[in-house]
């Protein structure tokens, strides 16, 4: 790199510290912090209804996690974060406002460690901090919370005569701009998740090397721009300004480590194991094995992915034999005996399930991949209180699972507590983002409940609720 460029880049990322960093408040022209919340809250319960969304406790208590990180470093938050995985070929990731943040199978899957997750994690999360879009959204111009939940779909799922239809009926031509980010946006973003990358003593380079990935692939598919860089603009210029705040701190320096990076490796490839391209995905690991450049835990790692692999296609054993090979590798990772123990129950092999199950229960109790699991182990075993008590406390710690309701219901039903049972329904539905079938749920509790009861009281509320998600 010559003398001038790099000259050019320190004052450029100089100046932007100086706009970014300056004291005075932005003035804000848009939502309000209370209208934002309001909006969240809407937005929050129908989001299923315009993404597909891979709903999985596993994968929804990793991203939390990583995101809580990033929370602490970050301040007092202004909202309740919600992370969701998103299932799309489209490169992509998205923060809606009041904390909503999307991450897409597509963008995830072109990541290699867990440091390039948290800077994009970090980044969207600086533009909710930053207020970025409530700021640009005029009060009058979203006719309703269906009409930018429309919006936001078309946005991020991408071009094509679906997506231009739902973006065409929901939002005029000049409104969608208020869905954009500006380059000082981005420059903005960019330096809050630099920061809290060093806050937490990450390696800033995975944040370089999302930036190469981005600007990679927009060189690769010069003919259909990716969303993300549509939203988030100038990939070249961002990854000039991040490089250049890697070599003024030049001092520091984290080295990343195989320990981190089991958990993300785990969670990309069970990602993968769950999107829609399997045939793609057996070519990757395949290669990753067979690569002399591979190191034994990247080989070992990728053979856990075809055994995730497997047990989408129903090869159990096969499955389970990868499985063990991963586990004699890692006898510490204890999140692998859940999974053996998941393999063993869909191959029906119940009783070995649980007792693979139970042990790593009493060790990690309250750990919601774990307790969600051997709820619906019992459950087939016919201990439907003990399922029963786990499902519910799955749904305390992710409220917004649906599945969860969906498995309560269905006990409740062989219970004889129909009222309850349909009580658990509508909170399915209400998540499902089908607020006209969870309405009509609720009404038929709150109606046949005893009066006074908490199930009444609960059905109202919940009615209450929705009634407040349906005001214009």
């Known amino acids: 790199m010559n003398m001038i460029h790099t000259v050019h880049k320190i004052i450029a990322a100089t100046l932007a510290c100086v706009l970014i960093t300056s004291t005075c408040p932005p003035q804000l022209r848009g939502f309000t912090i209370g209208e934002e919340k309001e909006l969240g809250e809407k937005l929050l319960y129908t989001v299923r209804s315009a993404f597909p969304i891979i709903d999985d406790p596993d ?70 901090v930053k207020r970025h879009l409530a700021s640009r959204m005029k009060k009058g111009t979203v006719i309703s919370i269906a009409s930018l939940g429309a919006a936001l779909a078309a946005l991020a799922l991408g071009g094509g005569a679906v997506s231009s239809g739902l973006f065409v009926s929901s939002m005029a031509a000049g409104q969608s701009a208020q869905l954009y980010f500006s380059r000082q946006d981005e420059a903005e973003a960019d330096l809050l998740a630099y920061k809290w990358m060093q806050d937490l003593h990450r390696d800033t380079r995975g944040q370089k090397r999302m930036l190469q990935t981005m600007k990679r692939i927009t060189r690769y598919r010069s003919d259909q721009v990716p969303q993300y860089l549509l939203t988030h603009p100038d990939p ?17 320096h984290v080295a990343e480590e195989e320990r981190a990076n089991f958990a993300f490796l785990r969670f990309k490839y069970r990602i993968m194991s769950l999107d829609s391209n399997p045939t793609a995905a057996k070519a990757y690991l395949a290669s990753k094995m067979s690569d002399g450049r591979s190191s034994e835990f990247e080989e070992t790692m990728a053979l856990y992915g075809l055994a995730q692999l497997d047990r989408q296609e129903n ?15 890692f006898p510490e990772q204890w999140i692998l005996q859940v999974d053996k123990a998941n393999v063993l129950a869909e191959h029906g092999a119940l009783e070995q399930a649980r007792m ?32 029963l008590a786990l499902f519910r406390n799955v749904a305390a710690q ?28 509508g909170k399915y539905n209400l998540y499902e983002g089908k607020l006209k079938l969870a309405e009509g749920n609720f009404k038929e509790v709150a109606a046949q409940s005893q009066a006074g009861s908490k199930l009444q009281q609960d059905s109202e509320d919940m009615l209450a609720l929705i009634e407040r998600l349906q005001k214009k």
């Open 236 to 252: 070249e210029a961002r990854l000039d300004y991040v490089e250049s705040l890697i070599e003024a701190d030049s001092s520091y």
């Open 59 to 128: 994968l929804y208590q990793y991203l939390n996690d990583i995101g809580g990180e990033v929370l602490e470093v970050a301040g007092i938050p202004y909202f309740d974060y919600h992370f969701y995985i998103v299932k799309s070929d489209q490169f992509n990731a998205f923060a809606a406002p009041s904390g909503l943040i999307f991450f897409y199978t597509n963008l995830v899957e072109s990541m290699n460690s867990e440091d390039e997750l948290i800077s994009v994690i970090a980044h969207e999360i600086g533009h909710v």
């Open 315 to 329: 090869n159990y054993e096969r499955s389970l034999t990868r499985l063990e090979t991963v586990i004699n590798v």
């Open 398 to 425: 992710i409220p917004e699972l649906s599945e969860v309701y969906f498995e309560i219901g269905k006990i409740l039903s062989t219970q004889g507590k129909r009222l309850e049972a349909r009580y658990h329904l």
């Open 356 to 387: 693979t199950l139970e042990p790593v229960y009493r060790s990690h109790v309250g750990d919601a991949y774990v307790e969600f699991s051997l709820g619906k182990i019992l459950d087939k075993l016919g201990n439907k209180d003990q399922a």
